[in-house]
């Protein structure tokens, strides 16, 4: 019995360092010049998401998802409504915005650079304060998409967008995809 249990362990042992050696050579074979810089094109879309594609054919896109939500004066949604949103994601290109599987295409984007504290007062009836931002300009995007929340919202200046739904501010951190 202990032989067998010793040749099985030996077994695993030569499997996982062959399994190792296997994918370092992988690696060595696939390594390239530190000193070389792939070359790459970079396009912002007017919602400012960054598509950069190398010319190996990767491209990455940013994305949002939902990391957190303050509730507005008199919203007219409730916890449970406003959680069901978190970690939903949302991807906005040049033409189309889609939150959670509904989409609006043909988009028309306007974009415009407003004090924050003038903008969220007069527009949405709060302050930054409120918000938890310090941001003193906002970039607001005003656009003819039918989706709750997305005919004007905001971007901060660390990438996140604040979406007003229901008079709930969800905010959306930008994420890379490949």
């Known amino acids: 019995m202990f032989r067998k249990t010793f040749l099985l362990l030996t077994y695993f042992l030569l499997v996982a360092a062959l399994a190792g050696c296997s994918s370092l050579a992988e690696e060595a074979d696939t ?8 070359p790459y094109s970079e396009n912002s879309t007017p919602n400012g998401a960054h598509v950069v594609t190398l010319d190996s054919g990767i491209s990455m896109r940013v994305l949002w998802t939902v990391s957190g939500y303050v509730f507005g004066a008199g919203s007219a949604w409730g916890e449970q409504e406003a959680k ?6 949302l991807d906005i290109t040049d033409t189309e915005i889609t939150l959670d599987g509904q989409t609006c295409e043909d988009i028309n984007f306007q974009q415009e650079t407003v004090n924050a504290a003038e903008y969220l007062s007069s527009i949405w009836r709060t302050t930054p304060q409120a918000l938890g ?3 003193q300009e906002l970039q607001v ?3 003819d998409c039918t989706l709750p929340g997305f005919r004007e919202y905001m971007r901060l200046g660390d990438g996140r967008l604040i979406v007003p739904i229901e008079g709930v501010f969800f905010f959306f951190k ?3 995809t490949q």
């Open 31 to 38: 390594e390239s010049d530190p000193n070389e810089v792939e």
């Open 84 to 89: 069901a949103l978190l970690f939903k994601p």
């Open 133 to 135: 931002i310090e941001d």
């Open 141 to 143: 995007f005003k656009t």
């Open 174 to 176: 930008p994420t890379v």
